[in-house]
C-alpha cells in the first residue's frame, strides 16, 4: 500500500494519481517552510527595564552588588522608575556610598513622590550617618506615602531615632505603631524588649 510523505496511506486512489498527491503534499510543504515566519515582539522598554531591575534584586540579595549596580543602572537606561534608583541607592549603601545612596532616592523622589521606600531610605542613611535628626522629616514622610508596602519600617526607624535623643516613651510608641503593621515584626519587637530590660521609663 502506497502511503504519503506524512506516513498515512494512500487508499482508492490509483497508482499515478497516488504520486501526483505525494507531489503536491511535497510541494506544499515546501511552500510553507518557504513562508516567511513573523518575528517575535521586540520587548519593550518597561519590559527590559523591569527585567533588568528584577536580576539586580536577584545579585542584590546573592551578595553581588558590583553585578546588581550594573543591572540596575541597565533598568534605568531602559526605563527610569523610581523603585530601580531606589534599588540602585540600596547597591551603593552596602559599598558604604551612602550619600550616593541617598542622591538616587532623591531622583526616585522626583519620578514618583508617592512611592515610600526612597523616604524611608534617606532616612536609615542619614541615621547611618549619625544625622539621626535629620532623619526625622524623611521618616514621616515615608510613613505617610501613598505606595508603599511597609509602613512598620518608617515607625521602627523613627523610634530608632527617639531612642537615641533620649525619648523612650516616644520611642515605645512608634514601635507599638509598627506592630500594628505587622504583629511579627523582629525589630520592633525587640526595640520594645530593650526598652523594657533597660527599666527606661515608658513600660
Given at each position: 500500500m502506497a502511503r504519503r510523505p506524512d506516513g498515512r496511506a494512500v487508499t482508492g486512489a490509483r497508482p499515478g494519481l497516488r504520486w501526483l498527491l505525494a507531489w503536491l503534499l511535497l510541494f506544499g510543504c515546501a511552500v510553507a517552510q518557504a513562508q516567511p515566519k513573523p518575528e517575535p515582539a521586540a520587548a519593550s522598554h518597561e519590559d527590559r527595564a523591569r527585567a533588568s531591575w528584577q536580576a539586580g534584586y536577584l545579585f542584590h540579595q546573592l551578595g553581588n552588588y558590583e553585578r546588581a549596580i550594573e543591572f540596575y543602572r541597565e533598568s534605568i537606561a531602559a526605563h527610569p522608575t523610581a523603585e530601580a534608583h531606589t534599588f540602585l541607592g540600596w547597591s551603593l549603601s552596602h559599598q558604604g556610598k551612602l550619600e550616593d545612596a541617598i542622591a538616587e532616592c532623591r531622583i526616585a523622589i522626583q519620578i514618583d513622590p508617592d512611592f515610600g521606600n526612597p523616604y524611608n531610605d534617606i532616612g536609615v542613611y542619614l541615621i547611618d550617618l549619625g544625622r539621626a535628626r535629620e532623619a526625622i522629616e524623611w521618616l514621616n514622610k515615608a510613613a505617610v506615602a501613598k505606595r508603599y508596602c511597609c509602613y512598620q519600617f518608617p515607625h521602627f526607624n523613627l523610634g530608632r531615632v527617639l531612642l537615641l535623643e533620649g525619648k523612650?516613651?516616644?520611642?515605645?510608641?512608634?514601635?507599638?505603631?509598627?506592630?500594628?503593621?505587622?504583629?511579627?515584626?523582629?525589630?520592633?519587637?525587640?526595640?520594645?524588649?530593650?526598652?523594657?530590660?533597660?527599666?527606661?521609663?515608658?513600660?
Open positions: 523612650p516613651e516616644e520611642a515605645k510608641l512608634s514601635f507599638e505603631r509598627a506592630l500594628k503593621y505587622d504583629p511579627q515584626y523582629l525589630p520592633a519587637l525587640m526595640g520594645l524588649e530593650y526598652i523594657r530590660q533597660q527599666g527606661l521609663k515608658g513600660l
